[in-house]
């Protein structure tokens, strides 16, 4: 019986050497897809990966949120191959969304050389529970790979709840039993991930397990380490079952090893500090078969593959390779059969070459009532000291509020690449040693086959679907046909323009505008006099809304919440920015009365409703127009008077009989009253595809309009027409932090906050110095992350009593 521990490195360096003298057990070739013809599988993965990919990141200043407190984050959009930041992207959608995945919030983000930063207020759209935070770009729709950021928070309304119990742990466990490279194989070596979680996602600790054959004996055992990962190996006998016994809350669990196969292959990985050992073992049943038939051994990192050859002669099969030769970060083996199926997969990561920078020694002074922190960073750094992006959260030393799952490393580096969330991934990228590494390889074992799913690189091809976004397009459709040159007014981001259109021209497009929160875009037209007059035209938006993203695994893990206890009759914080809390109280309740309004006429309707907002009334846009670009299933012309409306996306005047239209619920003798009518007179309009529900009369369809019953006046000018634009580029907003009752009670150590600095500097000397006022004088932790233009990585947290310098 023997429980698994960390091996030492004399262990590991042993095992090494003893695999190397079966290397004349095997033949094989191994090189890059450039240094031969490439095979159909580099072909395919080539293919695939040709598009350009990137991840986005995002660092919360908290992962616990009490309600009136502002969410701090800075963005990160980041070149997927070459781990540095897009210079690309200007398109970032940050968006909040509840338990049932619907959008709290959103922000459009603009993007500069890789980096944004702003803030979300935590305000009376949120109660106590938990939200998630995705942020991504329109262009990552494209792909399956989880490429996009997501990570939940919790929020905490002290009204509602004055404090949070524990979460009662059932005795109902969540056991995975993981092969290594995915298949058990009788008398073949084997490493078996174990994974234990509870009801919540969560892992399971210091669980100790013991592995029973068939009469009974004990084979082997192991222990769980802090997130419920452990590792066991053994050799499945044949005609033998086996069942995991676990003794958890006095109570014993039994899970059988299930799916033993009589043949098949196992994969092996042994690593050494230099090295690594891909061991590929069968048995007999198996060799028969497949001996001296030429398998294929894939490594790739989602964008680099290499491809080696082999041939079993005996049962044991090993190739070393030393980690130089390896690619940084994640590497995907697969091995593929005869028939070019993959078999199985292991996936592992190579510390090697990812460029990571650790926090020099901090240390502070004390100007008046504030703490100016200084930490010092490489010589290789300062040079590139303008290029650096970081972001730093400050929060009192004892805070439960910064429990998050990753970092900007892990995120990067390592979670697109895996179909499972993992938990606490940031814990293998900080103050990387050699017990996390051999985590992070126990983790990978219980992970399984990489994000990158071979059945799709085989038999789909790239696609642009979801276009690459720079900025708003906002296209110009003018109705008079005599006016050729307009003139678009300046924003905050881009300067005026003056077009000049041919007259046989219907339209133009401006593109790469970046409007900002309220910013309108101003249009005239230049007459034949040089004078500007108002147009007649009408603008068509892309983007128009922030796009919908679909949840990228089945479940995210909230941060973890220990029990706090708030104290009687103590207000945690006084309400700030008052009057901002005022006024959007009142929007609240306007938006809540329009939208019982809407969801009335929903309710009461057959068919889809559109509701025709205040920017389609301004947009210039008649109903024809409004149809043929809203409404799917109906199409409208405007011909000589007549208004010619039909289902389907063909209009032909002889063609089948158009749908049934009312008007304020009257059938009308004609349509044609309906020529150039005005968007600016409807209210809402019921589109009724099929009819159902209106009997014959409604065969072809039904279209229902109806009309505002005031019209407001609005204020115009006499030669530009203003239009709003319906999706517009946040502005970065200052975080302002929140003032508390008392700085000296449970509730502000755990969940108060001190500072967010989404923007430090880097002085003249090479330091990140930042100034913050501290009201309770007491030891604080900060948290850091960021990168470099280059790619070089900074994460970490320092702890700061102050009464010392650390």
Known sequence: MKTNHLPSKKTLNLVLKLLLCFNCAFTTSFSSAQQKKPSSIIKNFQEYTSNYRETAYCHLNKSTYIKGEMLGFSSYVIDKTQKKASQSTKNLYCVITDKNNKIIKSQLLKINKGVAHNIFRIDSLFTTGQYTFKAYTNWMKNFDEPNAYIESFNVIDPKKTTFEEKKKISNVLDVQLLPEGGHFVRDVKTNVGVAIKNEYGYGVPDIEGSLYDSNNQIITTFKTNFLGIGKFLFVPKTNKSYTVKINHLNKEHKYAIAGIKNKGITIRLNQSNSKVAIELNTNRKTLKNIKNKPFKLIIHNGNIIKEGTIKFKKTKFVKVIDYKNLLPGVNVFTLFDTNNNPILERVFFNYNGINIETLGKSSFSKVGDSLKISIPFAKSLNETKNNIHLS????????????????????????????????????????????????????????????????TIFNSKPINSFPFENGIVVKVNKNNLNNSTFFLSSLKSNNATLINLPKDKKSFSEIGLYPQDEETIDVSVLNKKGKLIKPNLYLQFYPNKV???????????????????????????????????????????????????????????????????????????????????????????????????????????????????????????????????????????????????????????????????????????????????????SSSKKFYVPKYKTYHDTFYNEYGVIDWIPNPKIDQNGNLTFKIHNPANTSITFFIEGMTQKGTYIVGSKTLNTGQNQ
């Open 392 to 455: 730093v959260s400050v929060l009192p030393k004892e805070t439960n509020s910064y429990q998050k799952n990753h970092n900007i490393i892990s995120y990067t580096h390592l979670q697109p690449y895996l179909k499972g969330y993992i938990e606490n991934a940031g814990y293998y990228f900080s103050k990387i040693n050699r017990k996390k590494k051999y985590d992070l390889d126990n983790l990978l074992i219980t992970q399984g086959w990489s994000s990158y799913e071979w059945s």
């Open 547 to 729: 796009p919908k993203f679909d949840n990228l695994y089945t479940s995210t893990l909230s941060p973890k919440s220990p029990l706090f206890t708030l104290e009687e009759n103590t207000i945690p914080f006084t309400k700030f920015e008052l009057n901002d809390q005022q006024n959007l109280d009142e929007v609240t309740i306007k938006g809540n009365i329009e939208q019982k309004r809407i969801d009335k006429i929903e309710k009461n309707s057959w068919g889809d409703v559109y509701i025709v907002n205040d920017f389609f009334r301004d947009s210039g846009l008649t109903l024809a127009h409004y149809i043929n670009a809203y409404i799917p299933g109906f199409s409208a012309n405007e011909y000589l008077g007549e208004f010619i409306i039909s289902s389907g996306s063909s209009l032909s005047f002889n063609g089948s009989a158009p749908p049934l239209v009312l008007l304020d619920g009257m059938i009308q003798s004609s349509n044609d009253f309906l020529y150039h009518f005005n968007m600016s007179h409807i209210d809402y309009i019921i589109a009724n595809r099929h009819g159902l529900g209106e009997g014959v009369r409604g065969a072809n369809g039904v279209i229902k309009i109806y009309t505002l019953k005031t019209l407001k006046p609005k204020k115009s000018t006499q030669n530009i027409r203003k239009f709003q634009f319906p999706l517009t580029f």
